[in-house]
């Protein structure tokens, strides 16, 4: 799987951004797809993943510190997950990277086999 991600920007603290990572060489459909964040001097740190449970179910994830403001979806017929970023802070300052997996879990960076390149969003305050 390779995946790349786009949407990155700066943006002031309020604003909004929407991140996109395509996906190419596996089926799509079967992957849980995450998306994490690293700031400078920080560890890699799970934002939110979109996981199958099942049938076309999905179920999806969120870090306490994005509940509310973030958005993860994805379009099987596109190969593409998003992510929707809203009243953006200037904390949520990081490279954010796709990933993809077809482990169980979703909140650990081991859990995915295949990561993007990463794109980068600034919030300025």
């Known amino acids: 799987v390779q995946l790349q991600a786009s949407g990155g920007g700066l943006v002031q603290a309020g604003g909004s951004l929407r991140l996109s990572c395509v996906a190419s060489?596996?089926?799509?459909?079967?992957?849980?797809m995450g998306w994490f964040r690293q700031a400078p001097g920080k560890e890699r740190e799970f934002v939110s993943a979109?996981?199958?449970?099942?049938?076309?179910?999905?179920?999806?994830d969120y870090a306490d510190s994005v509940k509310g403001r973030f958005t993860i979806s994805r379009d099987n017929a596109k190969n593409t997950v998003y992510l929707q970023m809203n009243s953006l802070k200037p904390e949520d300052t990081a490279v954010y990277y796709c990933?993809?997996?077809?482990?169980?879990?979703?909140?650990?960076?081991?859990?995915?086999?295949?990561w993007g390149q990463g794109t980068q969003v600034t919030v300025s305050s």
């Open positions: 990933a993809a997996g077809l482990r169980f879990g979703v909140r650990a960076a081991g859990e995915y086999e295949y």
């Open positions: 979109i996981r199958r449970s099942g049938g076309s179910i999905y179920y999806v």
């Open positions: 060489g596996r089926t799509f459909s079967s992957c849980n």
